[in-house]
């Protein structure tokens, strides 16, 4: 069992993570007000980039919207020529949604501009700091991955 200490710590971090995520919403919306997308376009985006074409179902589990939420997102994005939907070579019954050349450039520029922004808030870091961040996010994640599963 956890120490009292240890759960007020847990506490603050939880808190401290908030914030943190908070600002990086904040931030990530200033950015995309120059982009023709918005926030759910930008987050199916990276998702379909990540993990290469979905289908609609997939998709709306990963972005965690309803089925018909994420029919409606994909065709606003296909009408914005984001992206389109292409039937399954391999079974013409399902229909995968693909990122297009103009939906990569926009992610790829925004994703860009949120990691110069980051590079300027760790400034004051050292690299060692930068590098154990790294690694503690990294198992941090990991630990969340392991923990979904189960």
């Known amino acids: 069992m956890k120490s009292h200490e240890t759960k ?3 506490n603050r971090i939880e808190k401290r993570m908030r914030y943190i995520s908070g600002i990086i ?8 007000h120059n982009y023709p997308i918005t926030s759910p376009q930008f987050i199916a985006l990276q998702w379909l980039l990540e993990e290469g074409d979905l289908t609609i179902g997939e998709l ?10 994420t ?7 296909e009408k914005n020529e984001l992206v389109e939907r292409v039937r399954d070579s391999k079974d013409r019954r399902v229909v995968r949604i693909h990122v297009l050349e103009k939906g990569k450039t926009i992610i790829h520029e925004v994703i860009e ?7 300027e808030v760790l400034e004051n870091f ?6 154990q961040l790294h690694k503690l996010l990294a ?4 630990q969340m991955k392991e923990k979904e599963k189960k």
């Open 113 to 119: 501009k949120r990691q110069h922004y980051l590079g």
């Open 139 to 142: 198992y941090l994640h990991e």
């Open 25 to 32: 919403k904040q931030n990530g919306r200033k950015i995309l």
């Open 8 to 10: 007020q710590t847990i």
């Open 71 to 77: 029919t409606d997102l994909v065709d606003r994005m």
């Open 60 to 69: 709306s589990n990963r972005i965690s919207l309803a089925f018909s939420t």
């Open 126 to 131: 050292s690299d060692d700091q930068i590098d």
